[in-house]
């Protein structure tokens, strides 16, 4: 079985997201997916998501993590 890293969606009550701006296909590796998070946080807290969780094949990897840029 290959490895399918995935992101899911939350906004500030914790309810799952869904849109255009939140990719819903699998990354093939953990990197993969990460640099993409890292590329698109900004876009997607401004389309609402508070938190992204990190699956690998279903399974939560981490997270919640929050997307908030205030300390």
Sequence with gaps: M???WTWTYA???GG???GTTMV???F???SDAES???QSW???ADAGVASVTLLENGEVV????SLSDEL
């Design 2 to 4: 290959s490895d399918a």
């Design 11 to 13: 906004d500030r009550d």
């Design 16 to 18: 799952e997201l869904t």
């Design 24 to 26: 819903t296909s699998a």
């Design 28 to 30: 093939p590796t953990q």
């Design 36 to 38: 993409w998070l890292g």
């Design 42 to 44: 900004r876009e997607l």
């Design 62 to 65: 981490y997270g919640p993590m």
